[in-house]
């Protein structure tokens, strides 16, 4: 008969100080979640910057390497063997480690960088270095610099667009930035950079040349990697992993997520954050049917059902959910904004996750107003009189 | 379904708690409502009138007995029933029971909704049921910015605006003053007449008690006779004016007396005696207007006693027995010192005299023993 009367949100709107509160505290709940759930998305993305951006098919480490940054040796003749296999076409051995980089401007601060060196004459790093800078490391002692990495490594990308290149010492020995690429940081990992493979053994002078780290494996076109890697695990033996892609990324995370407590911490925040929001959400609803218990009784005597009831408290627990998660969005995006510039992490708010953080979020209104509703089981109408 | 009884209760006894603790509230209870027909329910607290207004308003479910409601048994009756029931009644609450963070409009629209109306029907329909409770101008407005008045009002238009055959009222001027108490009466009575409702009305409010067309009084569970109600009601408030202020009761009752006895002397009472004897009353003896109605209703009461009497019509008050009862009466007042003296004789002849009662002196051999 008439155009719908939202009961529930006259009532939300009639008390707009407890509304406001209702609507920070679930604001503040969705931050949370945002904040712990994106942070352990960006540690997952974050961890596997390299494995997406060198160019490989198959890539073979050792069984003992749990991660990137201490990835451990295997002989470079595995690698080797590989390159007679049918679809293989052509290999590129990785030497990794950790040095010690001196800051340029301050040379007594010094700080431990991821390094990396291969050969520039083969395939694999054509999406993160340019052709002038595969040529430029070929010079002893010029390496490219990751600009994305934290700032206490001093202000390289400055000074070189200021002189276009910059002198320091990695593990005491001076070298020079020819060029810069970018990567960014992660957990384990504050910057990089990128040299030959005999720019490498000069840095580390006592590593051998015959042990490398990562093996980065090209295939012909039109095969496929999982029959090339099935090939290659049956001829060789167990002392090295040859892993698709994937595997290689998945390897990565599992560390983070599982070997370290960082991945079970955020999810854990995550949760925490559900948590608070259900209680606050909880307490906001139950207050307001508490407070209109009279006014629902007399409903009840006039002939309203329990279901209307109902439909009124989860039509608020639904108004709360939205009006709580759009500034919660708003804030979180400003928030990823500022956390991505101070961490270099990957702090993005993706359509997905906010559409799975709102259904979260939606979730846990609709779950305090399910609470809420047993104390409306309670009214009797009887007692309006 | 026209011509039906509205409310029809039959034998209702209801009790709460069980086993050792069970609690009887009321106690075969049957009385009826017409349409049109307002009945005041009136007793102590807990004396069981609430309870009763909860099982006529299908919100309690009867025990015992049978309650019939706009045709429908409550008796155990499912929810289903008792919701339908509760939707064809207008209920005036206590404390109005207007939901806050609606406007007045809204809140009458709560109720309309209810039922089937159009759209546009529905909105003339909370206009004209708002401006005939005096809300036109308030329609917008939230409950917390209108007096108590005006939010009983509010609630009687929401009862009012399904044009329900059963209205249901819980002490609807408790929290009201005088002249507000008395509007909104006004107000139930006058729509209830409109569209011929019956009316349930609990009140301890005594000065609505004239809008009923018949009192029910509830004492302990069980229905009393109003006499009996009144009478104790009154002796105890006289019985309280003599302990407290003994000198104003012998002034009233000294005026009460000499005015009937004078004014109703030659049986009549004109208006314009009426008139005067207030005028008199109260500007010359200083009487309260309160302390005026009293000698006046006094006196109305002892006119219209001897008027009957006077009228031969006596056997409508007084039969044989209660005759043979009130001379008998009066010799065992005059017996109560031992002795009967022959004054006390000759009063009561005068009283027989004046009320047209025949000495029953005469026709016995003396006063039963």
């Known amino acids: 008969m008439f155009d719908f009367m939202p009961l529930g949100w006259l009532q939300l709107k009639h008390q707009k100080l407890r509304l406001l509160s209702a609507i920070l505290g679930i604001t503040f709940a969705v931050i949370l979640i945002f904040v712990q759930l994106e942070f352990r998305e960006a540690l997952f993305v974050s961890a596997v910057r390299y494995h997406s951006a060198l160019d490989y098919d198959l890539v073979m480490v050792s069984p003992k390497t749990e991660y990137l940054i201490s990835s451990k040796e295997f002989p470079r003749n595995r690698l080797y063997q590989t390159q007679g296999m049918p679809g293989v076409r052509s290999v590129t051995p990785i030497y990794s480690r950790l040095a010690n980089w001196r800051n340029p401007i301050d040379r007594s601060r010094s700080r431990s960088i991821f390094v990396l060196g291969f050969d520039p004459a083969d395939r694999g790093f054509a999406r993160i270095l340019t052709p002038q800078a595969h040529e430029k490391i070929k010079t002893p002692d010029q390496l490219v610099f990751d600009r994305l990495g934290r700032d206490e490594y001093g202000p390289v990308a400055e000074l070189m667009a200021a002189k276009n290149s910059v002198s320091t010492e990695v593990n005491d020995r001076e070298v020079t930035v020819a060029s810069l690429y970018a990567i960014g940081t992660s957990f384990g990992l504050d910057g990089g950079i990128i040299t030959s493979d005999l720019n490498f053994l000069r840095l580390f002078p006592k590593d051998k040349k015959s042990a490398i780290t990562i093996g980065l494996i090209h295939l012909d076109p039109g095969e496929d990697p999982q029959e090339v890697q099935a090939r290659i695990l049956s001829d060789l033996p167990t002392d090295v992993l040859v892993l698709t892609r994937q595997q290689f990324e998945e390897l990565e995370i599992a560390y983070w997520n599982n070997t370290t407590p960082i991945g079970y911490i955020f999810a854990f925040g995550a949760i925490i954050g559900v948590i608070v929001g259900l209680i606050i959400v909880y307490q906001i609803l139950f207050a307001d049917v508490q407070d209109h218990l009279p006014e629902y009784a007399t409903l009840k005597a006039m002939g309203y059902t329990q279901g209307y009831l109902r439909n009124v408290v989860l039509q608020q627990a639904i108004i709360l959910a939205v009006l709580g998660f759009l500034p919660g969005l708003g804030l979180s995006i400003l928030l990823f904004d500022q956390g991505a510039e101070a961490t270099r992490l990957p702090l993005e708010m993706s359509r997905e996750s906010a559409l799975q953080i709102f259904a979260l979020t939606v979730a846990m209104c609709a779950g305090s107003g399910l609470l809420t509703l047993r104390k409306l089981r309670g009214i009797d109408p009887a007692e309006v009189f | ?369």
């Open chain 2, 1 to 369: 379904m026209a011509g039906e009884t509205p409310i029809a209760l039959h034998d209702v006894s209801y009790s709460y708690g069980k086993g050792a603790r069970q609690k009887q509230i009321l106690f075969n209870i049957s009385t009826s409502v017409q349409a049109g027909e307002i009945i005041i329910l009136t007793g102590p607290s807990g004396s069981g009138k609430t309870t009763l207004l909860t099982l006529i308003g299908a919100l309690r479910s009867a025990q015992q007995g049978s309650v019939k409601v706009l045709g429908q048994e409550l008796k155990n009756a499912r929810e289903q029933t008792q919701i339908k029931v509760r939707r064809q009644i207008g209920y005036i609450f206590q404390a109005h029971n207007l939901l806050d963070s609606l406007t007045i409009s809204q809140n009458v629209r709560m109720a309309l909704q209810l039922s089937q109306f159009k759209r546009s029907e529905g909105r003339q329909r909370i206009r004209e049921v708002l401006e005939r409770v005096g809300l036109g101008d308030h329609i917008n407005k939230y409950p917390g910015e209108l007096s108590g008045g005006q939010k009983q009002r509010a609630g009687i238009a929401r009862a009012l605006v399904n044009r329900p055959r059963v209205i249901l009222a819980d002490e609807p001027t408790a929290s009201l003053d005088k002249q507000s108490g008395r509007d909104v009466v006004d107000l139930i009575q006058e729509l209830a007449r409109e569209d011929g409702a019956a009316v349930v009305l609990v009140t301890h409010d005594n000065r609505i008690l004239d809008v009923a067309d018949r009192i029910l009084h509830l004492e302990d569970g069980h229905i009393r006779s109003l006499t009996e109600a009144v009478s104790e009601g009154t002796s105890r408030m006289l019985n309280l004016l003599e302990k407290h202020d003994p000198n104003s009761a012998s002034y009233l009752a000294t005026f009460a007396f000499a005015l009937s006895r004078v004014a109703y002397a030659d049986n009549e009472v004109s208006d314009t005696e009426r008139t005067e004897m207030r005028r008199i009353l109260q500007d010359v003896a200083h009487l309260q207007d309160g302390e005026v109605n009293f000698i006046m209703d006094i006196s109305m009461m002892q006119k219209r006693a001897k008027a009957e009497l006077g009228n031969q019509n006596v056997n409508s008050v007084f039969d044989t027995d209660r005759k043979k009862l009130l001379i008998d009466s009066l010799y065992a007042i005059a017996r109560a010192d031992g002795h009967v003296h022959e004054e006390e004789l000759v009063e009561i002849r005068a009283i027989s005299a004046e009320f047209g009662l025949a000495d029953p002196s005469r026709e016995s051999t003396g006063p039963p023993a």
